[in-house]
């Protein structure tokens, strides 16, 4: 039963090499036994080896050289596999029964537990490894993107190795992580965006990896997603976000043979979806060219101004240049090379992988390289002892420059004069010191090189497995796994960087380790009490311990120019460590039915007792359970339309625990400000170093329970024309209660927030995938359509007695915070809205034709989009296969500081469209008649293009907010594998070659360049560009071969 | 089979994940924070928050609003058309004034109590009465009586700005006078320890807090001498007669800031050397007070080159609400001297002082006839502002002789009460706030509308919008609450 559609595939493959010369030449035709018609393509493999051929249009075949001892192989999708002893026979025929169950696969499950896919009562998704491989995409997150119904991808940008996050059902917890577990053959893997709240900050970060980009996609066999509580609850409170399961290649299916596979692939990496911008206004403001100013409301080009005088001195023509924002952006590219060996049979194994990647980014300046190195194997000895085990060591090298408003590259990338010669003069002087038109601020190509960010990981995960056959229905095993990486981190600041003039150094070191330790007992029956009744028995044991550590040396106030080592400081306050320890001891067990194949039912429960609970309170049971019924096959249901029928149902509860160390009120180094003004203790004061400690501003809680998320899923899937096309569908209904929630109090307390229990949060939401293949010729053409739908509801019900929003916790700017709000959806951003009279329209002051000052504390942006789809199209013949995939992310809005600015500034191609026409800002001018009424006249006030562009709203308000509706071709992918003919005298086992792109179209109706962004990188504040860095298309080539 | 041996190996792994439990999962005591801390740690956060506080944001609002500085864009541009709103002052009011110095002088006053560290807590209780008056200045009625005391009132009420000044008993309100009392009577008692560079004002010199105190409370009456000048008076003949109040510009209560970064006072990054630096600049009006006639040099204020940079040939100012193109380079700009910011942003940051104690005396003996000679105390309060600006005593006077119209009482109470006002206004360069409350108290120094004036109804803000996340979050505020064109309490015209 083993990964049968996967061999299928593999046959498929296999099916265009041609024979060697051998015994004898055996022919026939194959037919369907149900109606007598031929069957074209179907696959005939010689058994044991990689030869084989397929039926032509007429269903008659001809393999030549078959040996006499030879066994044939015939299987068709949705048909029973026959196999024939070929003896002396040179004409076999067959005919081949149609086999709904055919279609039935095995899929990995929560602990690595196989499950039928018709016994699972819950949704899954799975996703083979090569649609992520050599998809012009280093990133297995991003490569994900498109292709799974229920979840939500969003990339922040396109610097290498930028964070991606990940959501599975929406947002269940208030507080917690909702990126899904991620679990790589066993081992659960950490893919945290380390980040140091005291040097990454909303505003001002570096955009580090999320560490699932630790895996390289070319060493992925399959990835199975567990979308509901239901169908992770084994794998206990961290999977309450779901979890994403991920199988690595192995030598299991080589049979028996050694084949060394190549994988080469080259591509580059340009900018795009950039705003459109003027070209025919410059430097300056109120028509006047001004050389220090960041507008471009200057004179017209082509007027009596043909000179200016730089800030420097320096004499230069007035003009636009078109791409001076465009050609900051360097062209990208990625080279990537994996080598692997892989040998074995099922009973004992091996493989040994490498594989580099090289990314240069295209942002100068940056880049992403990470080379793996991975040993697995596994062994069955004779006595039924079963060991297994591997081991994989990651370096990983990232690159950047931070982004953030202001003072960094892209705060200021977004406020070049359309007349400024961004490119085309010298960015620094021979002291180093930057050479711009501002003079507190830099050249973005200056603080490329010297406002940068290193990060070197180092990583060692693997699993060690033993178990044993104690019977032939009851195994017992016992499995080790680690998990650990160290993430050095280096920033530096040269001396005269906008954010810290006085230059500043910060080693930053993350420490990350995860061991897990799983007793599986494994207990199976067939035929239990009555004949048809199997039963699986599962108890399992978890014990789990993660440590976290960060240390972080600051060394501000350089004295040496462009000396980077701590030294070179000589003021330390803000360096820092943080540790966490947190232990879990969990207890699980799962009992499994199926009757006849048709009716199946899991019960499933888990206990876990967590150290950052409080005594009374750390121990939590919850239960799942789950139905799948199959009426087809119960029914004899089955016709020629109506394949295969299957309805399920599940129902669950996950319990979560706290963070560590939230149960005390505890006192912090005290410091105050932002990045306008700070001090940070310890302080020098006249010449004494007085060390400061202020209360938290978190009140602790002695009485925290655990959190829960509860879900409802209906499932029905659906067989079609013989198998021809399959439905998936599911509704879903989550609930989370009981939320550990910093809980914003009253200020006047003294504190900012509580921690406590509070809240209730729901997700609704319908997942649809539909697999067809509406074309398929006797020519061997065939075109595949897979297509998913996604569409959630999420919503605060309720936070806290008297409480109805709360920001979300992370830093935010000032008047736009990211919060739950009661009765929106999870995540909006609440800021400044305009005031409206009371139909709706702006309120204009009728002094100054501008808006009257906005109202503070309104929801005025939601980032959850309204519905997702995917559509990937995939058309193959003979050795040829081009797979194109569409998708679309339907509303949602995005808030952006980058539009504002460039449209606050007179950047924008649509500033500069009848500049010198007055304009009337829209909305109604309030008039207080003499009986008390108001009437509401329409504002008639003009202001100059200006005026008009610049008050149309600034940062904190709602003119910042964009629909971020988006149409992509995402990917592009052509291959061609060679036929056996051309490569058969040669070592080559098999060749490919292919092209594929990425990003190559996109259409964002509401907005002005590519909505796809979010500064703030994985996590659970989505929506943002505060300054962030665009997105790159990607397109190259690979070469795969084997021998 | 040998079944039962199987089971025995069975077993194994579940009692060793068993006989761990019991200590295993007890790792929940955080490395990274103490739980405890004593009171040299507390003070100085403390005595620094309160200077951070009224010397950041709020002194941009302050120095643009009573026109020593004008704005040159982002808030400062609003704060000078007259605009704020709820918006503003989050930051201030949540981590510097409430979330640090008020709850850290509340467990200064704890942590000392605990260890009979009287001195800890005499400092702690002024401090915490001169932050309170800042904030009912700033804001009028306010959480006070249950504020900062965590869960145990997680929305405190507000307390009426004549309670929090007068106290009301019936409803368990120390006056901020009473508060002030307790913490003299504090000083006066045996400490076990007693601050020394801890102390970032005095260095621990428990006179000067003494001295601190009872200036604090000449202040407090001071400023509701309007509403309530019975007990303005009462309390500032009892103050004259403890004869222990501030009367050397060495005993003023400055707070201390460093060089290095992170040390630095709040308005060096915020108008000379940080990235908002280039949101304030002089203003032109208040160039024009100190230097009346641009062509007479020798009317010139002696104060003006302190208190200013002139990086340029002359000195290079905008109007306040000035919309039109800002001078270039930014580099020229005058903006607040080194002695507003210190020359690398040290400060001091003046919370009460000795002229300023001058021209209180001044003020009541003129309009409350309490002890002293107007003139006098206004010689002095003028006097002492120019020593403290390091005018020598021969410039000091040749600039009276110069200009008696400035240096002589003339005219009406009204008239008299003026002149204090504005000297006092020019006294307190470089500190928005004091100076916005004398002006919202007298209606001086007269300041006439900015350029582009906006605001609520087009004139100067008389209050800060309470804070929209506070209104959020604590159902006891008004909502939608007053805006910035309501008058507080003690306010009366």
Redesign the interface.
Known sequence: MRKRLAGFWLLCVLFALPALAQDRTVTGKVTSSDDGSTLPGVSIQLKGTSRGTTTDSDGNYSLPNVPANARLVFSFIGTATQEIVVGNQSTINVQLKSDASQLSEVVVTAQGIERDRRSLGYSTQDVRGDVLAQRSEPNVLNALQGKLAGVNITPSSGAPGASTNINIRGITSFNGSNQPLIVVDGVIFNNDVNRNPSTDNSLFSAQASNRLADINPESIESINVLKGPAASVLYGSRASAGAIVITTKTGRNMKGKTEVTVNSSFNVQNVYGLPPLQNDYGQG??N?F???SGNSWGPKFGGSLTQVTT?QGNTVPYQAYPDNVKNFYDQGSVWQNSFNIASGDERRNYILAVGNTLQKGIVPNSKFDRTNVQVGGESKLQNGLKLSSTVTYVKTAQNGTPVGN??SAFGQITRIPRSYDLNGTPYQDAQGKSIYYS???NHPLWSAYNETMKSQVDRVFGNFQVGYD??KWLN?S?RVTADTYTDRRKMSFAIGS?????G?IIEDMFFRSELN?D?L?NAHKDNLFLEGLNANILLG?N?NQRRDQNTTLSA??LTIPGFYNVSNG??F??SQ?????????GYYGQLSLGYQNYLFVELSGRVD????LPKAN?TYFYPAASVSFVPTDAFKLNSNVLSYAKVRASVARVGRDAD??L??????A?S??????????P????G?N????????R?GNNNLTPEFVRSYEFGLNLGLFRNRASLDLAYFDTRSTNQIFNV?????????T?TTNVGALSNKGIELVLNTTPVRLQNGFKWDLVLNFTRIRNKVEEIAP????SPITGGAF??INPSIVVGQPYGVIVG?ANARSPQGQYLI?P??GLFV??I??QVISNPNPNWTAGLTNTFSYKGLALSVLFDTRQGGQLYSFGAVDLRGQGHLAVTGIDRDQPRILPGVIEVTNADGSKTYNPNNIQLSAQNYWANLGGL?SEAAVFDATVYRLRELALNYSLPASLIGKTPFGAVSIGVSGRNLWFYAPNYMADPETNTQGAGNIQGLDLNGIPNTRNYGVNLRFTF | MKISSYKKFLLVPFLLSMGACSNYLDVNVTPNNPTEVTPPVLLPSALAGSAFANNGELNRFGSVVMNYLSGAGGSPTNYDRFNTNGADFGNQWRFDIYGGALVGYQKLIEAADKTNSKAYTGIAKIMKAYTFSMVTDIWGDVPYSQALQGEAFIQPRLDKQEDIYKGNQASGIQSLFDLVREGLADLEAPSTSKPAADDIVYGGTIDNWKRAGYTLMLKMANTISKKEPALAKTIITEVLAKNLYITSNAQDLNVKFGSSVGSTSAIWNLAVFGSFSNELILSTRFLNVLRPSATDATKTDPRLAVFYTKPSTDYVSIDNGFAGTLPTPTTTWSRYGAYVTGAQGEGPVRLITNFQRAFILAESALTLGTAGDPQALYTEGITASMKLAGITDAAIAAYLTANPNIATLTGTNEQKLEQIITQKWIAWTGNGLESWNDWRRTGYPRLTASQNAVGIDGTRPVRAAYITQEIERNPNFPNPGPQSNAKLWWDVD
Request: hydrophobic fraction near 30%; charged fraction near 5%; proline fraction near 5%.
């Open positions: 403001t109120q006047n001004i050389n220090t800030l202001g003072g003079t507190t601020q104690f019977a017992v016992y906008a954010r810290g003039p006085a500043q330790g007793l007992i044991n014990i501000q106030q000589s003021v306050t803000a460590e943080n540790n966490t320890k947190r232990r879990l001891v007792q967590s150290s950052t750390n560590p160390y149960l005390n009120s505890v006192f912090v005290s105050y400000g932002n990045n306008s003004a700070s001090i940070t203790f302080i020098s004061v006249g004494a007085l060390p400061g400690f202020s209360p938290s501003t009140i914003s109090v009253s200020n006047s307390t003294g504190y900012d509580r008297g409480v109805t929003q000032v008047g400044t002051n002094n100054t000052p906005g503070a504390g904190a």
